[in-house]
């Protein structure tokens, strides 16, 4: 199985910046998609954004023109940098990733989230 690490959360006020980071346990030889979650008290798990192989990019609505996601396929990481952050952004952040084991099958894991609270 293959563990993700979040590291970056933390406090900060409105209009500032994080950046989030995702790196595996251990090197995976071929990941498909990566992205970013977040889940919000009382409120469902919701897409941020995500980056496949090809680095192709797509944002949730409230976060674009904001955030950015970006991935180093050698490192098996994958980062969000949040610009310009709202209360709103505050949430558990977590990191998913898919990827084939040796035996051909996909699979998918969740890191353990990061928490991000904007507030003045």
């Known amino acids: 199985q293959v563990q993700l690490v979040e590291s970056g959360g933390g406090l900060v006020q409105p209009g500032g910046s994080l950046r989030l980071s995702c790196a595996a346990s251990r090197s995976i030889s071929r990941v498909e998609g990566m992205g970013w979650y977040r889940q919000a008290p009382g409120k469902q798990r919701e897409l941020v954004a995500t980056?496949?192989?090809?680095?192709?990019?797509t944002y949730a609505d409230s976060v674009k023109g904001r955030f950015t996601i970006s991935r180093d396929n050698a490192k098996n990481t994958v980062d969000l940098q949040m610009n310009t952050l709202k209360p709103d952004d505050t949430a558990v952040y977590y990191c998913?990733?898919?990827?084939?084991?040796?035996?051909?099958?996909?699979?998918?894991?969740w890191g353990q989230g990061t928490q991000v609270t904007v507030s003045s």
């Open positions: 998913n990733v898919n990827w084939w084991t040796a035996s051909g099958w996909l699979q998918n894991s």
């Open positions: 980056i496949n192989s090809g680095g192709l990019t």
